[in-house]
């Protein structure tokens, strides 16, 4: 499976911004699909994971009510739609799946790139 993030960008605080995922393979339904994100100096985050059937979500606690993750399997594609942006929103932001669904990173088999998501005030 290969995995391909949309381009960040750079927004307001308080603005909205939607990545999307993109993956390979006729098998990318069968992973579950999460966001992480890493920002300056600190370690890697867990955002939201989606199952491969788009039914179950979790979103950290740091984002619920913000962001809401979500797939549509016909275009192989994970959203991450990103509403009331804070400054320590700001990350590089990577998709990742993995067949088990989980929240720990360490368990996801295949990444993206990584898209720079910058919250200016």
């Known amino acids: 499976v290969q995995l391909a993030e949309s381009v960040g960008g750079l927004v307001q605080a308080g603005g909205s911004l939607r990545l999307s995922c993109a993956a390979s393979?006729?098998?990318?339904?069968?992973?579950?699909t999460g966001w992480f994100r890493r920002a300056p100096g600190q370690e890697r985050e867990f955002v939201a994971v989606v199952s491969g059937c788009g039914i179950t979500t979790i979103h950290a606690d740091s984002v619920k009510g913000r962001f809401t993750i979500s797939r549509d399997n016909a275009k192989n594609t994970v959203y991450l739609k990103m509403n009331s942006l804070r400054l320590d929103d700001t990350a590089v932001y990577y998709c990742a799946a993995g067949r088990r669904f989980v929240v720990v990173h360490g368990f996801y088999d295949y990444w993206g790139q990584g898209t720079q998501v910058t919250v200016s005030s």
């Open positions: 393979g006729r098998t990318a339904s069968s992973y579950a």
